[in-house]
């Protein structure tokens, strides 16, 4: 029973955090109509039909619509707690502990570090939001996996733990696959097909190369500020006792409402290409409101993030540094397969193609990894390497013995408590 419900759980993670990735990219291929003074993009949209079809590249929004899926996550949070609570004890325990000034204290520091990962959170999900405009969605998952390298590197030169042998092979290997990544994408930019023949093309093709390079350098710099929120993630919450779905939910309320009420009206503020603002807010909703496969798709996309939070926690209560990496190769390959089907299906609207320098994007998935194999233990390439304190497995969750000794950050709200090293969810 428990073996199927594991697969039961995993088969959800991979589709909701591979349709994350679809979803959000065949938005921004999506035209639609906007504002009547904003003017039309005749390069990516038709604009026999209206003057004013424009691209749905609002990342901005697109981090709206991802916290408010993590909100949700709340809603998972009560449902938990009304199925697997077993006394009301608890509650009154928890009533009374709640009056305590160190337990009103210990709450109000952890609304702050939640703000702080919500900032943390917002930054580095628009990053990546607009570097996936610029990177086709199968390099903009594979670019994820950088995330390994940095969140290393940070925690042996910000808190000088220990890098062992194989995890700097790891390590290596996946900087080999970013730069096949980047590789196959600048030559798929440089060279197009003309009949039967590939040429170079014009001085005026540098512009999608220069564009893919910032891409690369917007989701590699996202994945910089994930590793940074990381490690003070696992620094100041290590020890801890609190439900991660509950956190999650937090984040994701206050990461909203620093969206909504700082980064929106400031970049509705900014003067750029969107019909005159770097991001026009009054647009955005112009275009939902003329678009139903728009709004179909940000609906869908709310409830995908919130779905996926919930399923990984789940999965992550059973799972090993083995199934993690087959899970998130796995997820390439879906997020890859998807947008080319897709591709196929819409006649090249939307979605992915396969090109003549995709083997080498291939080469980069192998890299990829196999780099996570290496760097994870699977493949020890180094025979002498000795088990350190950053080898011990994490501390499996969902039992009350598992979180003996672990200091209560909200009291014991829930029957279930997640010790926080152990895999935290989450979706950029």
Known sequence: MVKARFVIFTICMLITDSANTVLKKIQYQTCAPGLKTCKGNPDECSIDLHPTNHPFDKAFFQTAIMFVGESLCFLWYFIQKLLFSK???????????????????????????????????????????????????????LLRGSVIVFTELGSVFLFKQRCICHRWIGIM????????????????????????????T?????????????????????????????????????GKQINPTFMIGFEGIFGLVM????????????????CGRFENIQDTFAML??????????????????????????VSKYLSAVHRTIIDSCTVVVVWVSLIVVNLLSKRKWGEPWTKFSPIQLAGFV??????????????????????????PAIKSGTEED???????????????????STLARND
């Open 87 to 141: 006394k009301m004890e608890r509650q009154q325990i928890l009533d009374k502990t709640l009056s305590k000034r160190h337990n009103f204290l210990n709450i109000l520091k952890t609304l702050a570090m939640f703000a702080l990962f919500g900032l943390c959170d917002l930054t580095g999900t628009t990053l990546a939001g607009i570097g996936l405009i610029y990177v086709p969605g199968s390099a903009f998952q």
């Open 173 to 200: 290997l996946v900087v080999a696959a970013l730069a096949c990544i980047g590789v196959a994408g600048i030559l798929d930019k440089l060279f197009i097909k003309t009949d039967s023949q590939s040429q170079i």
């Open 202 to 238: 014009t001085p005026n093709a540098v512009n999608p190369v220069a564009s893919y390079v910032i891409g690369i350098a917007l989701i590699v710099s996202s994945q910089i500020v994930a590793s940074i929120q990381m490690i003070f993630e696992e620094k100041m919450l290590k």
């Open 259 to 274: 969206c909504a009420g700082i980064a929106l009206p400031v970049t509705n503020f900014i003067r750029g290409d969107d």
């Open 289 to 314: 409101s003329q678009s139903k496969l728009l709004l179909v798709l940000n609906i869908v996309s709310i409830f995908s993030f919130s779905a996926y939070n919930p399923f990984s926690l789940a």
């Open 367 to 392: 890299l990829v990894v196999f780099g996570s194999f290496v760097f994870n233990g699977t493949f020890n390439c180094c025979s002498t390497s000795k088990k350190t304190k950053q080898d011990v």
């Open 403 to 421: 979180l003996d000794g672990y200091e209560p950050l909200l009291g014991r709200s829930s029957s279930i408590n997640f010790a926080l090293s």
